[in-house]
């Protein structure tokens, strides 16, 4: 169970390409952010679609795949951690922001 901890799951599309970065040594990080819907009906019967935006960072290898493979509205199935991080904006003001460090990535749809 405590590999279950910190586990994330998620299936949805690019919203754009990723953004690599390669740093001193070889080190290579890509972020990238995908949209994940879901459908239900209200109170009313209507059909309502809900969407939300989920902020992801890949290194290494993984970094790699995603450099190479992703690109906007592409579907994918990653896995990841969830992870908070904070810093300062430019006025001094402490932010906090979440994003899921993914550790593998599933190409998913057809191939164009």
Known sequence: MN???NRVQL???LGKDPEVKEFAGGKKMARFSIAT???YE???GEKV???QWHNLVAW???ASIAANHLTKG???AVEG???TRTYEDKDGHKKFISEVVVSEILLLGSKK
Do not use: A, F, H, Y
């Open 3 to 5: 590999t279950l901890r």
């Open 11 to 13: 299936i949805g599309n």
């Open 37 to 39: 819907t879901e459908s």
């Open 42 to 44: 209200n109170n009313s």
């Open 49 to 51: 679609k809900e969407t």
């Open 60 to 62: 290494g290898k993984t």
């Open 74 to 76: 592409k579907e994918v």
């Open 81 to 83: 951690k969830l992870t």
